[in-house]
């Protein structure tokens, strides 16, 4: 791939016994690249996420991430599936963010940051917390160290969960409609955050059903529908003078 292609998906399909998620994904995204993928519950939006982590396995075609084919050895034409050991080192530089925080309940808010970078990278306790603390400070929770995620409002979990994929230092940064499980007026907090991070240039792949979050931070948008990607272009384009009629029918109903 070239330097600047960090994200390929080349003819991904996805099915659950007879039924296709996934049909034929062809797909590119570059680094520093936001990209927010749309469509109507059962497009494939998350699966197509979950693929790019192999938190779910294509049943035909490849992912890239960098150079690496996730999930698989390349030999030639032939792939090998690898171990689990292998693809959670591939997910290192993977971060992903879901719509339930996942956070360890028995940790406090500390314990769940550094939980990754000590006991997977195995870096130094003091540099992990005082990275876990800057972190916390950028995503708006200096001085919550301590709190437990009970003690957290829904938004203040998901930065946790943010704050939490960052501190492994990924190169690509996986959101799975990570404020569709928050009270309305807890999702700005939410949004802002990941506005922060595109700005930094973190290269993010964003399924989401906020507009306008779309509309001012990707630099392109995916309109799936049936498993297929069936618009994609700059935000300007697909938003406002889509060309399929799936798009438009999706944003009359969403806008």
Request: aromatic residues 4%; negative net charge.
């Amino acid at each position: 791939m070239s330097a600047d292609l960090l994200v390929r998906a080349e003819s991904v399909h996805k099915n659950f016994g007879s039924n296709q998620v996934l049909r034929g994904i062809n797909l590119e995204v570059h680094r520093g690249e936001v990209l927010c993928l749309l469509g109507a519950s059962g497009s494939g939006k998350s699966t197509l996420l979950r693929c790019i982590n192999h938190l779910e396995a294509v049943s035909n075609g490849r992912i890239w991430v960098g150079d690496e084919v996730i999930g698989y050895r390349q030999d030639g034409n032939r792939l090998t599936e690898l171990s689990d050991t292998q693809v959670a080192r591939q997910r290192r530089s993977i971060g992903m963010v879901f719509q339930r925080f996942n956070l360890f309940p028995h940790m406090t808010v500390l314990e769940n940051v550094i939980e990754g970078p000590t006991r997977v990278q195995r870096i130094d306790a003091g540099q992990a917390r005082q990275e876990a603390a800057e972190l916390l400070d950028r995503v708006g929770l200096a001085g919550r160290e301590e709190s437990y995620p009970r003690q957290l409002s829904g938004g203040q979990q998901q930065r946790v969960a943010i704050a939490r994929a960052l501190a492994m230092k990924p190169v690509l940064m996986l959101f799975d409609e990570p404020t569709s499980a928050l009270d309305p007026e807890l999702v700005g907090e939410v949004l802002d955050v990941m506005k922060d991070l595109a700005r930094s240039g973190l290269t993010m792949i964003v399924v989401t059903h906020e507009i306008g979050f779309a509309k001012e931070v990707a630099d392109r948008v995916a309109f799936m529908a049936d498993g297929q990607i069936v618009e994609l272009g700059p935000p300007e384009e697909v938003l406002v003078n889509p060309q399929h009629e799936r798009t438009r029918q999706f944003l009359s109903r969403v806008m």
